[in-house]
């Protein structure tokens, strides 16, 4: 005769399955029932936390710690102290982490430091020093912490210790040792063996640190991964905003900007519902996908809410105020953070750099940089780097009135960035590769690049682009002839500046109503089927001249 299976049994059963929603409802039953032991309050603890349920993963974290205590189990009380510090400040309630971090700090003393606690309760002074500008004391910390988890053989300890050495080694500037310890960790990961909380943090620490290093294939084979992972779990709200903001910036390089504000988007919902280190991404990557399309009003705004979290929207901002005509301040704020920079992020933020230092006209400091970044990434295999360091090349040999350097250059990083399937910065190639060609007096190449750019840029919607190649562009698109009205074309120029409807009739002093009549009408007259064609259509039609 079969036992019945008890709420306990179910919410292990569930918990070990990953089914999350009722691994919590079936412990939360049983902990009504009749109580759970600590562990299982453990466990319940983290089920809450994984759901966005912050409170109550709060609040049945400290209980079992103070259960653990009333045992006499000082380690497993510290263990969870030492868990709460870390999810505290991963949420930013610095204050309420410090007062864990005392009590913490005490059980370890009571125990002369012989757990895997003392581990744990080093990695937040790790980050600290790491995002404080002090990688080396970061590297330092995150070392002992990974001795600590070896000796006690703690799983989690030693994949959180190495992943924050790696993530040191990158910011110090070393991406191939920090990119080898983070496959390291991964591996771990991918095997199995790590607790789901530590595998959501390795994971997007992963992924990010990818993307300081420039390494495409990996930010992509751990997104893949990630996504499957919490695909597994589709009830999990922690991380899963985090995932939606890789995949956005993976749509961004590959064109398919509509399924990048998607992703954006469920980012911004998912950092309400529980994933608040989604945030920051979530609306940087909108802000990416507004600006190159010139909607600068509502890009201005998504980076507005991405700088409200202490993470600083560049080089997306800086490159808007470029596309803006205010160069000189998008000069002085790439200057500024490039100083103040690490390495690793000094380095990231150097192909902006040299693109700003050119509109300002500066080709001296434009090829500073852009040499400081190309000796670096000749050390490199990845591709993505090559094709920053040669398409930097090219615009600061097309500076220094050096055609046939400027050809060779961009069409190396057209190469790669086709091969990289990112048709926007192939397509900036090919405008490098027509003014170069413009330059040698070859002209029907120079239309036959300028052309391709053009059908690229009005593809994608990328407005200010398209609006630039028709500039340099050695024919003109079009007559500049118009079936539009003289007030039309008045509306038509602030749809295409990226203004909406409610904006353009503060502008006119019309009603929003008449300016809603006026689209339309500008719509049918061009036989286009929205906004964004009918500005693609002006640019190519040299109306907005």
């Known amino acids: 005769m079969s036992v019945p299976a008890t709420a306990l049994d179910q919410g292990r059963s569930a918990y070990s399955e990953h089914r999350w929603s009722e691994a919590l409802e079936c412990l939360a039953r049983a902990d009504a029932e009749g109580g759970l032991p600590a562990e299982d309050l453990e466990t319940l603890a983290s089920v809450a936390m994984l759901l966005g349920k912050d409170s109550q993963g709060e609040e049945y974290l400290t209980r079992a710690h103070d259960d653990f205590l009333a045992m006499g189990d000082v380690p497993g009380a510290a263990r969870c102290a030492a868990w709460m510090v870390l999810y505290l400040m991963d949420i930013g309630e610095s204050s309420h982490g410090s007062a864990w971090m005392s009590r913490a700090t005490q059980l370890v003393e009571s125990m002369n430091g012989a757990g895997p606690a003392e581990g744990y309760l080093l990695i937040p002074s790790a980050l ?12 330092e910390l995150f070392t002992r912490a990974l001795g600590i988890g070896r000796r006690f053989q703690d799983r989690d300890l030693m994949a959180l210790g190495q992943l924050g050495l790696g993530t040191a080694r990158l910011t110090l500037g070393f991406p191939d040792e920090g990119l080898q310890l983070l496959d390291g960790v991964m591996l771990s990961v991918t095997a199995g063996g790590i607790s789901p909380i530590p595998t959501g943090i390795i994971y997007c620490a992963v992924i990010g640190s990818c993307r300081l290093a420039y390494d495409v294939r990996r930010a992509r084979e751990w997104t893949t991964s990630l996504e499957r992972w919490c695909g597994d779990r589709p009830d999990m709200v922690m991380f899963s905003g985090q995932c939606q903001n890789h995949r956005a910036e993976l749509f961004i390089l590959h064109g398919a900007w509509d399924d ?39 890009a201005e705004a998504a980076y507005a809410k991405a700088g409200e979290t202490g993470f600083e929207p560049l080089p997306g901002l800086a490159l808007m105020r470029v596309a803006q005509g205010r160069i000189s301040q998008a000069q002085a704020m790439m200057r500024r953070a490039v100083a103040a920079a690490d390495p690793a992020n000094r380095y990231r933020l150097l192909p902006a750099l040299v693109e700003v230092e050119l509109a300002a006209k500066d080709a001296g400091a434009a090829r500073e940089a852009a040499d400081e970044f190309s000796t670096r990434a000749g050390e490199s295999v990845r591709p993505l780097e090559h ?94 002839t118009s079936p539009l009205s003289a007030r039309e074309l008045e509306v038509l120029r602030l749809v295409a500046g990226g203004n909406p409807n409610k904006a353009i009739a503060r502008s006119l002093y019309l009603s929003e109503k008449t300016v809603a009549h006026h689209v339309s009408n500008i719509l049918t007259k061009l036989s286009v089927p929205s906004r964004a064609a009918a500005t693609s259509y002006a640019y190519e039609h040299r109306l907005l001249d």
């Open 128 to 139: 600290g020093a790491l995002y404080h500008g002090s990688p080396a004391k970061s590297e």
């Open 260 to 298: 990048a504000l998607d992703a954006a988007r469920i980012a911004q919902d998912r950092s309400r519902r529980g994933d608040p280190e989604a945030l920051y991404g979530a609306w940087y990557q909108q802000g990416e996908v507004l600006r190159l399309r010139g909607d600068w009003e509502a």
């Open 387 to 480: 094709a920053l360091a040669a398409q930097a090349e090219a615009g600061v040999f097309l500076a220094e009135s050096r055609p046939l350097e400027t050809l060779a250059a961009a069409r190396k990083a057209w190469r790669i960035w086709y091969g990289l399937e990112a048709p926007f910065d192939a397509a900036r190639c090919r405008v490098l590769v027509g003014r170069a060609c413009a330059g040698l007096g070859d002209q029907d190449s120079a239309a036959m690049e300028f052309e391709a750019a053009k059908a690229e840029f009005s593809g994608l919607g990328a407005h200010p682009s398209l609006r630039d190649v028709l500039e340099v562009s050695a024919s003109p698109a079009g007559s500049g």
